[in-house]
Every structure is written in C-alpha cells, then in structure tokens.
C-alpha cells in the first residue's frame, strides 16, 4: 500500500490548507482506516486525526478540535486533512497513514497500530 500526502505548504496565521492522503496498491482503500500524524520541528511525532473504515469514527487531537476536518471519499481512494484557523504551533511535517487490521468502525491514536505511511507534506504557518 502507498500514501502520498500533499496539500501542504506556507500559509498565514489564520489561513486554511486541505491536506489530501492519496492511497493505492493492493488494500483496498475502503478497508483501511486512516490517521493523520504530524512532528514539529525538534519534537516528537504526534497523534492529530483519525477516521474509521466506515468514517462514523473520527478522532482529533485536542490542540485541532473545532478547526480541523477529517474526512474520506472512498470513491476517489482519498483521505483529507481540512485545517482551518492555522496557527504558528501547527507547522510541521504531516503524515498520513493507514492500517487494514481494524473493523469498521474502529480507528487509532496511537503510531505503532498502523501498518503504512506516507511521506509526509510540510506545512509553514507564519505569524
């Protein structure tokens, strides 16, 4: 299975960006859940997004809640990441991922539960 994400890119405070996780190979993209994760620069990788198999399921961490969407179109094998109200803290390599192993509704959280990745899209918010 292969992700490509993009969509980043240098955008102002304040400003919106679609993040979009193009998946293909042999999963078929309907029986994959997807995670959005992103690192700052000098810190850790973190958790941001999550969206089940069936998309009934989504997950944000608390720093987006109320600015960012999750969602999935199934039809065109695409996951999106929508980040509006961007702030300065939220620079920083983005990835998409995906796992095949959980059931419908469920999702995760956590880096080690999904199988592939992408490459990552970098988003700079200025100030």
């Known amino acids: 299975v292969q992700l490509q994400a993009s969509g980043g890119g240098l955008v102002q405070a304040g400003g919106s960006l679609r993040l979009s996780c193009a998946v293909s190979?042999?999963?078929?993209?309907?029986?994959?859940?997807i995670g959005w994760f992103r690192q700052a620069p000098g810190k850790e990788r973190e958790f941001v997004s999550a969206?089940?198999?069936?998309?009934?399921?989504?997950y944000y961490v608390d720093s987006v809640k109320g600015r960012f969407t999750i969602s999935r179109d199934n039809a065109k094998n695409t996951a999106y990441l929508q980040m509006n109200s961007l702030k300065p803290e939220d620079t920083a390599v983005y990835f998409c991922?995906?796992?095949?192993?959980?059931?419908?509704?469920?999702?995760?959280?956590?880096?080690?539960?999904?199988?592939?990745w992408g490459q990552g899209t970098l988003v700079t918010v200025s100030s």
């Open positions: 991922a995906a796992d095949w192993t959980f059931s419908t509704q469920q999702t995760a959280t956590r880096e080690y539960e999904y199988e592939y």
């Open positions: 190979g042999r999963r078929p993209f309907p029986n994959l859940a």
């Open positions: 969206i089940s198999r069936s998309g009934t399921r989504i």
